[in-house]
DNA sequence: CACACTTACGATATTCGTAAGGATT
DNA sequence: AATCCTTACGAATATCGTAAGTGTG
């Protein structure tokens, strides 16, 4: 009642002496020594029990059980070839699916030129993106709906691990024409006498900015959903605005400054945020080990350089 | 490029981890020692080049790729227990077809009785058969849509063997109340001088008979093409005729006597013939030890005493 | 007697189970 | 400390190739 134990190598040895009607040549097609080809050929009718072959001295013939079970051994070995090559496919990297959850503002400025260079390198993988706000990237991951997520919570969720994956600092946007468009790297303190153009507060920026500006208040004049529409807030002469360096891609526009501002604490910290519980595909570790390294490259160069490039 | 060796063994382990996520329990299932299922799951991912299985100390997980891979395993174990379960209803004689060609003397009276046998003892089994005249039979035999054939020629043809069945010694049939109907052994000289109904020349039955009679000339005053006419001419009085004792059954008529020639080299002889390049299935070994077995019972006994049974 | 498959046999590899090791809760 | 997987290692098993055996044309 019980399976026997068979393998690869008894169904290819079976079907190669089925095609080559000797065992001399179907154990030199096999890379065996007659005999052990003999021996291996015992093994599977031993194992079927039942006769595959007539031999005589003179021809090897399959019996009729040896006909009925040859279309199932090339269907059988056809499969494992096509399920063992498939799974190749996807370590090598050919084949594959990535599922990537990103907040909006990484998603717009600096994940394209990432998935342009990984799709590139990788054209059989497709790829996905969620780019909304950061508790349903959260919600993404832990659902297994995305592979990991960018973004800016995550950390103390069971059953998810998460990653520093860069600390963005803020910068100050405003009209070239603003008062403090003169200086180099404003402080906070002079910030604060002007209207402020803000994220609505269920943006992670937003919240990251609040959290970072704690003690000070600011002058807050506007509240919107969209960076772009900061921008057309602010470019019309609304306010200024504050926001991480990773977003100002917004805002390069020549009406417009954009200066890093004095307090080297005032930074929003984005994560990589994944499942504990499961390491990621070939495929999905692959991306991520770019999206860090390209981060880590980033880091090193002048933010500005980066944000102008 | 060249397929892994994989064994049913590696993908059960791979299965049964899979569910049982442990190890232990997994090798449990799989009545191996846990270090000894932990280096079968090594084996198989060695073999594959891809990492199945996240084992943390706490917790056995599939990886994307071990995901990937599950359904392909359960779906290859599932083919392979179908086509080996095939192969052992064959063996085993659950299933199977034989197809048999006869002459049509044996096909009627002394074959049914086989098939039912075969048919209560195996009810798995499809037969099949061809009741047709020898060469027919050989034909069918040769292009291997017989499995084997009972038949009197097919001595002396390529590719076949031939074993004698039996020697079917003739009879002579005549009404009662005919001149011969009283003598226990007439003889071939006694029967001469009688009109003789005869089958037509194409007929095995005929063939033998001619060879069997050679230098005596027969006065024969009818050639036709079935047994059951034989009969009827016979019984309406238009002659006798001389037929082999299996085809007695076509005469079991209180009109007619039924008396065995006194000339015991007077037979035609049948053979079982099979291709001699190949064996029988297993069914069909069945059905010919069966034939051969019934045959050499019913030689034991007097001919006409299994005529009349 | 030549050819092709089987058997015999010593050597090598693989696989097994027991026991010890390491990591995590 | 307890649990679970891995590593270590000697023993049992399996498989290999060479060489001898067997049977058929």
Redesign the pocket.
Known sequence: MSAPSL?T?QLTAFVTLAQE?????A?AAC?????????????LEDSLQARL?D??????QLTAEGRLFEPSARQLLGDFAAAVGDLHDHVQRRKGRVHVAALPSLAAGWLPAIFREFRATWPGIELGLSDILSDGCIDLVRSGKADFALASAGTGVAGLSTELLCADRFWLVCRADHPLATAKQPSLKALARYPLIHLSRNSSVRQALDAALHPIQAHSVLEVDQLATVMGMVEAGLGISIIPALTLFHFERDTLVRRPLAAPGLTRRIYVVRRSDSSLSVAAQTLHDLIVQRMTAARLQPAAARSLA
Chains 1, 2 share one sequence.
């Open positions: 393998s190598r009607r000797s065992f001399t040549r154990a890379h065996l020594s007659q005999p052990a080809f003999s021996a291996l050929i015992r093994s072959f031999r005589d001295t003179r021809s090897v």
